[in-house]
Every structure is written in C-alpha cells, then in structure tokens.
C-alpha cells in the first residue's frame, strides 16, 4: 500500500511539473515572437518557425509513429488544421504581437476554449450553451475588453488594434478545433500535427508574399532574431508539442485546456525579464474575468476531472 502510494504521488508530480514546463514553454514563446517580430516580417517569420517545428516533428513522426504519411479522408484535417490552427492563428498573432505586451497576448489567446464553445454551439446543435454557458461566454468577451481598455480616445491606437488581432488569432484556432471535431481521422497526433505544420507554412509563406513590407530582405539575420527562431521552432514548438501529447493522455482535454489559464503568468515573467515590459492593472483584471468566464463555461466538466483526481 505504501509503495502504490509514494508511485502514485511521484506520477502526480511529474505530471504538476510536466503541466508546469509546458506552461513556462508556451507562455514565454509570447516574448519570444515580440522578439522575433522586432526585426523580422512577422508573416514570414512566422512561416520559418513552422518549416523549421513541422521538419522536426515530421523526423519524430518517422521514427516514432506507426503511420506518419496522411492518405485519404488526413488531408481534410491536415488542410482545416494548417488553414485555422497554423496559418490563421499564427499570421494575427504575429502582426498582433508588434503592438501589446507579451502578458496581454497570453490573456487574449486564453480565450480559446470560451471561442470554441460559442462556435461549437453555433455549428454544432448538440453542443447548444445553456444559459449559464451563455453567460460565461460573455463574461469571457468582457474579460477582453477590460484587457484592450478602450476609450473614445484609444479604438485607433496601436495598442488597441493589436488586441483585436490576438483575439481574431484565438478565434480562427477555436473555429479550427471546432471544425476539425467533424473530420474523422486514425492519423497519430504527432504526425497530423507535422503536417499541419508545414502545410500551415506553405500558406503563411504564400500570404507574406502578398504583403507588403513581408520581404525576405527585410528580414534582419540578428542574433536575438536567430534565437528567438530557434526558440519558438525547437523548444515551445518541438518540446511544447512533445509535452501537450504526453499530457493529453495523462489529463485529457479539459484539464489540459487550463495550462492556457497558467501560461500568461509565464508570459508577463517572461516579457518583464526578457524586454522590461510590465504589467497592467487592466490585463490582470481582464484575465481574471476571463478565467472565471472559463470555469462558468465549463463548469460540470471541470466538477468531474476534479472528482476523477481525487
């Protein structure tokens, strides 16, 4: 008895520390873009960072999986994932991150699962929010809107646009989880996500061409550019992924969801360490309206995963 208990102890805190570095990986790669995006085309730069993360998870995939190439019905998750989960979301993300703090891009961002629980109950007849899901849901949006600060003297500032796109950013991912519930697929999770990666970076490539300022030789070969980008592919892209799969199975899905509720404390340590930034009355309260938007929304599913880890 005492051994299974000091086993089960050592597995939950492996798991705590797991849930913990995954959170420090994803949070701090908010400073890690505000980097980036400094002296780089931030389509573009995105881009890179996926041909670089989808080669490395594609080597992984090979070797670890037992089926690493999509055939058939993958490609329809593959071309939904890499619209929505790579290209969509990564390309407002970036352009957003040259106007708000790294703190206030983690809050917004943890709006995702509040998103994709208005678009499953839009798409989705089965999913309908009841009125206290409703209420969440909106609790959620204002938590937003605390965070952006908007006054009649602020809604063209920079600071404001970039709030709008980081929320556009959590949207096109939350659309994209909801959308791809349909699709079904056997593909393993290592390799649907490769590709997704670099088809996602195929079309953010073809969208920085379409741009204008998104040169290559606008690109600045820095070494903090160099770092940043091999931050963003090879540890919060490669590890961080590496680490979501193994937690995924160990929490499920809902439980995995609130590391997106601990990665902006990582992201305002990160910014404040990384680039001086500090952190506003206003982002902290909107994070604290939107968790709590969070746990309205999904309330009974939060109830069982505690009565389930106990």
Known sequence: MLRHRVRVTVSRTRTVAAFLLLA????????????????????????????LAGAAMLAYAAVTQPRW????????????????????HHAFLFV?????????AGVVIGLDPLLAAGFAALLLPEERLSAVGVAGLLLGLLGTAVVANPNSGVLLEADFRGVVLVFLAAAAFALGAVLTRRLRTDLPAASMQAWMMLVGALLLHAVSLALPGESPAAMAWTTETLLALGYLAFVAGGVGYLLYFDLLDRLGP????????????FAALSGWVVLGESVAGSTVAGFVVIVAGFALVKRRALADALRNSR
């Open 96 to 104: 957003g991150e040259q106007y708000v703090t790294s703190a206030v």
């Open 69 to 88: 190439r999509p055939r058939g019905e993958d490609w329809r998750s593959v071309g939904v994932g890499a619209a929505l989960f790579v290209a969509a």
């Open 24 to 51: 420090a990986l994803w949070g701090s790669s908010f400073a890690a873009i505000r980097v980036g995006v400094a002296d780089a085309p931030p389509v573009l730069f995105a881009a890179l960072r996926f041909y």
């Open 254 to 265: 809902v439980e995995i969801n609130l590391v997106g509720y601990v990665a902006p404390v």
